[in-house]
């Protein structure tokens, strides 16, 4: 079964330190999304990413956030500065055009900011 | 303000019996779909299950199958035959067609428990 995949599965990085977070959507579908989800909490929508722009972006997406896709097959989400609230458990999805077929997420990446 | 209410935090049931586990939702926008994702311990979200606004019947799918109650503006999620691998946060998730919230918006999730 197609599965989305994220790189790496942990990150510890410095305070202050820029991280890059990877990701392998499902190679046919078109939409796509980092979440993430704080140790205990709800999973909350940071953007989505269609015909190569953002479509969407909540109010956590700030300026120290920014997404890309480099080529045809990755995602990724840059953090430029790294806080210690930034420390979560950071999800891609992607879907195709069904949305009754899900959200597809991979299986996260645990970012740690010491 | 709350898109999506899961008001069971934690939730008990017997292997073998079924459980119900509560989803309501507030939206304005006539097109939305309903989903249900699962998140064992090990972290990864694992979607169960889809409701459309305007489908006709409630959506089923193996042991899942969803309560889906327009009027009350509720999604409850019916696991029937617990599993001791049922055993998960599960979470409810809306996304609106035309509204403001077109991303996928979750709730707060109920930690399932399947005793042996």
């Known amino acids: 079964e197609p599965e989305v995949t994220q790189t790496p599965s942990h990150q510890v990085t410095q305070m202050g330190q820029e991280v890059i977070l990877r990701c392998v959507p499902i190679s046919n579908h078109l939409y796509f999304y980092w979440y993430r989800q704080i140790l205990g909490q709800k999973v909350e929508f940071l953007v989505s990413f269609y015909n190569n722009e953002i479509s969407e972006k909540s109010e956590i997406f700030d300026d120290q956030f920014s997404v890309e896709r480099p080529d045809g097959s990755n995602f990724t989400l840059k953090i430029r500065s790294t806080k210690l609230e930034d420390s979560a458990m950071y999800f891609c999805?992607?879907?195709?055009?069904?949305?009754?077929?899900?959200?597809?997420f991979g299986s996260g990446t645990r970012l740690t900011v010491v | 303000a709350q898109k999506i209410t899961q008001t069971q935090p934690g939730m008990f049931v017997q292997e073998k019996e079924a459980v119900t586990l509560d989803c309501t939702y507030d939206t304005s926008d006539p097109s939305y779909g309903l989903f249900w994702y699962k998140q064992p311990s090990s972290g990864e979200m694992i979607f169960l299950i889809y409701q459309g606004s305007y489908d006709q019947q409630n959506a089923t799918e193996g042991r899942y199958s969803l309560n889906f109650q327009k009027a009350r503006k509720s999604a409850n999620l019916v696991i029937s035959a617990s599993q001791l691998g049922d055993s998960a946060m599960y979470f409810c998730?809306?996304?609106?067609?035309?509204?403001?919230?077109?991303?996928?918006?979750f709730g707060s999730g109920t930690q399932l428990t399947v005793l042996p």
């Open positions: 998730a809306m996304r609106e067609i035309s509204g403001s919230a077109r991303q996928l918006t």
């Open positions: 999805a992607s879907r195709g055009q069904k949305m009754r077929e899900g959200y597809t």
